[in-house]
């Protein structure tokens, strides 16, 4: 079959590989029919994310139909049409029992290994290294989903992929993101990063009764994007992002923040960005914080700091003082994405939303390639690019 590969930084190939099997009687193999590129695939592109291996097909969006089953799958057969979560989930363990889903305790087969690096490890993850279990992405014409009884959302066919697809990571992630601000009707909740993950931050926090909500970013397109969200929006690179949010919110900060960016901040004109990037350059930093310091700066006392954004190692210089004294609580971590999808599933069907407004590249999965570099060099307008096999 055909599928995305990594190969080293920067460095991703449409490549020729061997056909997935069932492996264990719980498998099931599905033949992709939509597939996405994440913003947290650029990480891997970039080499952030350790444990990568020349070869791994990646991919963790994907969604198709299902052509053959483990002799102990019992809820689906061939045929079935779902999307299947980023994170692997067992559905048995004690974590998946309390619906802590991507912390399963089961799935993450490299679980030494990120036991290790994380003290204790979290779930198995598609296509995103061997940390999280070296599982072949769905970035591909056909995918093994282990765990299939459980790691699965039906869909029904009166609705398009493009508007499912984002229920296995961005839409629940968004979605989470808010539910942990623990949203009240006078809070102004401020995103920081208006990529996909950010974009359903604010439609979130509209459907969970936000009073205000502010979008932070330098990309006019996505601005404009979160601006027809319903967020007002600040451009980090024509602004002071201190000054405007105290404007916005009578000198007092956002109830609420949330870090849509994670590992890769990109601002460029503040001092501690500057020193992130030194730092990292002679590999003495792995992450960039600035969005996190940032946060923690104007979050207002007893505020919530929420984190969906990736990070992958280690941040220097965290202001702990401020995050201790203003009384900050911190919720971050990968998405359990089963939690949420029985909910956000009938909220589409029923018209609330339509997630396909993230979507401004369509291609074949052969244009792949040329896709991840046009997204880092130039980003070209994109949001989102959904990749056809």
């Known amino acids: 079959m055909k599928a995305l590969c990594w190969h080293g930084k920067n460095d991703v190939r449409y490549d020729t590989v061997p ?183 604010v439609r979130s926090a509209i459907m969970l009764g936000a009073e205000q909500i502010i979008m932070i970013d330098n990309v006019p397109e996505r601005l404009a994007m979160a601006r027809a969200g319903g967020a007002t929006t600040i451009n980090f690179d024509d602004e002071s992002v201190l000054e405007r949010l105290n404007e916005l919110t009578r000198g007092k900060g956002p109830e609420k923040c949330i870090d849509a960016v994670g590992l890769e901040a990109h601002a460029t004109r503040s001092l501690d960005s500057v020193y992130d990037r030194v730092k990292q350059a002679v590999m003495l930093e792995s992450d960039r914080a600035h969005v996190l310091r940032e946060m923690i700066y104007v979050c207002r006392p007893a505020g919530v700091i929420s984190i969906p954004g990736v990070y992958g190692g280690l941040v220097d210089k965290i202001p702990v003082g ?40 369509s291609m074949g999965l052969d244009q792949g390639p040329d896709m991840y570099k046009t997204f880092r060099e130039k980003q070209d307008g994109c949001i989102k690019v959904v990749l056809k096999p």
């Open 322 to 361: 401020a995050l201790m004294n203003k009384g900050l609580t911190v919720r971050t971590g990968q998405t359990h994405v089963k939690r949420w999808a029985d909910d956000l599933l009938a909220r589409i069907d029923d018209g609330q939303i339509d997630p396909s407004f993230v979507i401004t590249h």
């Open 19 to 201: 056909d997935p099997t069932i492996e264990d009687a719980r498998d099931a193999i599905v033949n992709v029919s939509s597939c996405a590129i994440c913003g947290s695939d650029m990480h891997l592109y970039d080499h952030f994310i350790p444990a990568m291996e020349s070869g791994d097909v990646l991919g963790h969006e994907f969604m198709g139909e299902v052509m053959e089953v483990g002799s102990e799958t019992r809820n689906l057969k061939v045929g079935d049409r779902i999307v299947v979560p980023f994170t692997i989930t067992c559905g048995e363990c004690e974590q998946c029992r309390r619906g802590n889903f991507s912390v399963c305790e089961r799935s993450n087969r490299n679980r030494a290994l990120a036991d290790t690096a994380f003290g204790h490890a979290g779930s198995g993850l598609f296509g995103y290294s061997h940390l999280t279990g070296g599982y072949a992405g769905g970035q591909a014409e056909y995918v093994r989903v282990p765990f299939a009884d459980h790691t699965h959302i039906k869909v029904p066919d009166t609705l398009t992929d493009e508007q499912v697809l984002f229920l296995g990571d961005i839409f629940p992630t968004g979605w989470q993101a808010v539910v942990q601000c623990d949203i009240q009707p006078t809070d102004t909740v401020a995103i920081w990063g208006a990529g996909p993950v950010g974009q359903f931050c």
